[in-house]
């Protein structure tokens, strides 16, 4: 029953953040572009994302004719239920994690790879060219920058000696620096460079590139269906950006302890690395697909391999 | 604007991302500058002078009618034939008598050109810009509504109706000597054939300004 109530919490907590993330964005992008974001809906703007929310629940449910209606129907959901599971295992603080296994972050890059046949399959079943090509660059991209990521992380994995989300953090407080993103700078480089391509966000948001594919492989999905794919999306970017907090930045640990609110400085980071990603928006231009695909292979990947082997060769010497 | 070659990118520059640091360092300086927006119907924009908006038929004081003689210039000469005009000659004087003047303002393609040939002054384009409608019927001005739009520009906008009535288009590169005498009014000083070079003056006074830009 207290799990139950656990996960109540942690979900609504986390659609709250979704929702204020989007806020976030168009705010932050707003000013970078000298302009204002939301002004109107409630003081600043502030009730715009529920403004939204209403809209996108009562806004008609379109189907296309002959889309494949049992896989259209099935793929948000897909989406949203990888992005959601992963939640479970993320610890926000010293002992608050829904569901601790010594497998974590095994876990995680498990469901963010399933969350990508959610994509895949939106853009099989709508019937549509833009879906279609959506989704394959989707699969593409994905193959090629999953690798990326489990391998910046590999060295991390190496230094901490486990998989298990909390076990990292402590074991990153106990090191040198406190941080894993000082020795492993280079990882952590390839970390946030594939975090950007796995969460699709700009500049590498080829599978829903507007100016291209029109939305890419939700172009067919409308109403409550598209919110699940944009909620599916900011979950994305939250557990990435918490996975980078944990992996990279030292959890929840902080340089003082803030009384009462034991996730604080979890929270402040996860905020700092989401910040980064809208930046990062409002300043890049979207990476051609062949740009995309040899900065995967041809950079990322020999990158991460050399961490690799030079953590290897760190850890057996000192 | 004169185009630079970038220097090229040392190694150092490029592993290191230096344009797209330098990029960021950009937009974050602009995350704090303050907003162009204007919010429009709350701020809204003063029209410049000789601003081309909504169509009207200037009242007569004297008569309180239009001053329109059906001379058919505007009809001509209108790019997009959305003016159209009915008239009458009066039997004996043979003096031509409106029986219709109507505007399609969806039409129009705001040159300006019928208040410029217009002789009388009689039909202007005023500053107001807001009559966006739900409908195509509102925006079809006859000539009661054209009055109208003028009674009510000069009620809000506060414009003198007499010094306003003569538009400060005038045909460009014509002396104004050679214009109607109702179009003969005093404009302000940029207004004049002088203020408003055409041709090869306007050309060579051009060249001067680009030559000074490049000195600078």
């Known amino acids: 029953m207290a799990l139950v109530v656990h996960m109540l919490i942690l979900v609504g907590v986390v659609l709250l953040h979704v929702a204020y993330a989007t806020y976030f964005e168009r705010k932050v992008i707003g000013h970078m572009q000298v302009r204002m974001g939301p002004t109107r809906v409630g003081p600043l703007g502030l009730l715009q994302p529920i403004a939204d929310g209403i809209k996108l629940f009562f806004k008609e449910d379109v189907i296309p004719g002959c889309a494949d209606r049992t896989l259209f129907y099935a793929a948000p959901i897909i989406c949203l239920v990888a992005a959601m599971a992963n939640l479970a295992v993320l610890p926000f603080a010293s002992g608050l994690v829904l569901a601790k296994i010594n497998i974590g972050l095994l876990f995680v890059f498990a469901m963010s790879s399933l969350a990508s046949y959610g994509v895949v399959l939106a853009g099989w079943a709508s019937n549509s060219k833009f879906s279609f090509l959506g989704g394959l660059r989707s699969m593409s991209q994905v193959i090629s920058y999953e690798i990326a990521l489990g391998l910046s992380l590999v060295g991390v994995m190496m230094m901490a000696g486990s998989l298990d989300l909390s076990e990292i953090v402590a074991a990153q407080q106990q090191s040198r620096f406190g941080i894993y993103a000082i020795p492993q700078f280079l990882g952590f480089f390839v970390f946030v460079v594939a975090m950007l391509a796995e969460t699709n966000r700009a500049p590498f948001d080829l599978p829903e590139a507007e100016s291209e594919l029109v939305a890419g492989y939700f172009t067919e999905y409308s109403g409550i269906r598209f919110s699940l794919f944009f909620m599916a999306e900011y979950i994305g970017m939250l557990v990435m950006a918490s996975i980078a907090t944990i992996c990279f930045l030292g959890g929840w640990s902080g340089p003082f302890a803030v009384p009462h609110v034991p996730f604080f400085w979890f929270a402040a980071k996860i905020y700092g690395i989401m910040f980064f990603y809208f930046w990062l928006r409002a300043t890049l231009p979207r990476y051609r697909y062949d740009q995309l695909m040899s900065l995967g292979w041809k950079v990322l990947i020999p990158l991460a391999l050399l961490n690799i082997v030079v953590t290897g060769f760190v850890k057996t010497i000192f | ?216």
């Open chain 2, 1 to 216: 604007m004169l185009i630079q070659p970038r220097p090229k990118r040392s190694l150092l520059e490029t592993v290191l991302l230096f344009e797209i640091l330098q990029g960021m360092a950009l937009t974050l300086k602009r995350l704090f500058s303050k907003p162009v927006t204007r919010q429009y119907p709350d701020e809204k924009r003063q029209p410049f002078l000789g601003f081309r908006g909504k169509h009207a038929l200037v009242r007569d004081p004297q008569t309180g009618e239009s001053s329109c003689v059906a001379c058919l210039r505007c009809a001509t000469v209108c790019p997009s034939q959305c003016i159209y005009i009915r008239y009458h000659e009066e039997e004996g004087s043979g003096r031509r008598v409106v029986d219709r003047y109507d505007i399609e303002a969806l039409r129009c393609i705001y040159c300006g050109y019928c208040a410029e040939v217009c002789p009388v002054n009689a039909i202007v384009l005023t500053e107001s810009y807001e009559y966006s409608a739900y409908d195509r019927q509102t925006n079809y001005f006859d000539r009661g509504r054209l009055l109208n739009n003028w009674d009510a520009f000069v009620k809000e906008s506060g414009h003198d109706p007499v010094a306003y009535v003569n538009p400060f288009w005038r045909p460009r590169g014509v002396d104004e000597a050679t214009l109607a005498g109702p179009r003969r009014r005093k404009v302000p000083e940029e207004w004049t054939r002088a203020g408003q070079p055409v041709g090869r003056l306007c050309r060579s006074q051009d060249s001067e300004v680009l030559a000074e830009g490049v000195q600078r």
